[in-house]
């Protein structure tokens, strides 16, 4: 009963390094989300999937790549660390249906990346 | 960027005590959602508001949607130390699938 996990749960950069935080879920959901959560300002959509093979830019893109490498995988890449995206780092998957249209998120439990 | 709005930004209370959050905003959502994140943890879902007006009750937390559909409370009941949690209220415009996130409420009630 895994629902969506993250790797890895820490990471330290130095300004300028490059590495990709992985998401995995496993029940089946069609949309994907990456978010970042700074103190006072709630969670932020950095990108989305909708479904496998597509992604769209959310409200705080720059500086992150996104691939949907299949129905389950949703990664996000930083090319180049900036202190700036120090964070803690979500991932999301929603269950579509349902009786609220499918806005049901499912969260995992976090990256906390830290860049020096 | 559509911004919700939540007070308080911090909440320290007695076991026992109760307390309102609040989540405002100046658009217009077809949904509200309330989460609570526990430290380490991503947030969970705790119940979604549809109708304007609507009021829900989930044991000790009571969570009404605004009649004009663009704010929302929490009123939590003698509150318990189990109760602490950063809590977030969540919007999703009309005809839209994303959330947008309000600015959230860190409760820690003191045994």
């Known amino acids: 009963n895994a629902g969506v996990t993250q790797t890895p749960k820490f990471q330290v950069l130095k300004t300028g390094q490059s590495m990709t935080l992985q998401c995995a879920q496993d029940m089946n959901h069609n949309s994907m989300y990456w978010y970042r959560q700074d103190p006072g300002m709630g969670l932020r959509l950095i990108y989305y999937s909708a479904s496998e093979g597509t992604t769209d830019k959310g409200e705080v893109p720059n500086g992150y790549n996104v691939s949907r490498l299949n129905k389950r995988e949703f990664s996000l890449r930083l090319e180049s660390a900036a202190p700036s995206q120090t964070s803690v780092y979500f991932c999301a998957s929603r269950r579509t249906g349902g009786r609220f249209g499918g806005n049901i998120q499912y969260f995992g439990a976090g990256t906390r990346l830290s860049v020096l | 960027t559509q911004l919700l709005e939540q007070s308080p930004q911090f909440l320290s209370i007695q076991e026992g005590e109760n307390l309102t959050v609040y989540c405002n905003s100046s658009s217009v959502f077809s949904s509200l959602q309330w989460y609570r994140q526990e430290p380490g943890e991503g947030p969970v879902l705790l119940v979604t508001?549809?109708?304007?007006?609507e009021v829900k009750k989930l044991k000790r937390l009571t969570f009404q949607f605004g009649d004009a559909r663009k704010d929302s409370s929490l009123h939590i009941t003698a509150a318990q130390p189990g109760d602490t949690g950063l809590y977030l209220c969540?919007?999703?415009?009309?005809?839209?699938?994303?959330?947008?996130f309000g600015t959230g409420t860190r409760l820690t009630v003191i045994p």
């Open positions: 969540a919007g999703v415009e009309t005809g839209a699938n994303n959330l947008f």
């Open positions: 508001v549809v109708t304007g007006g």
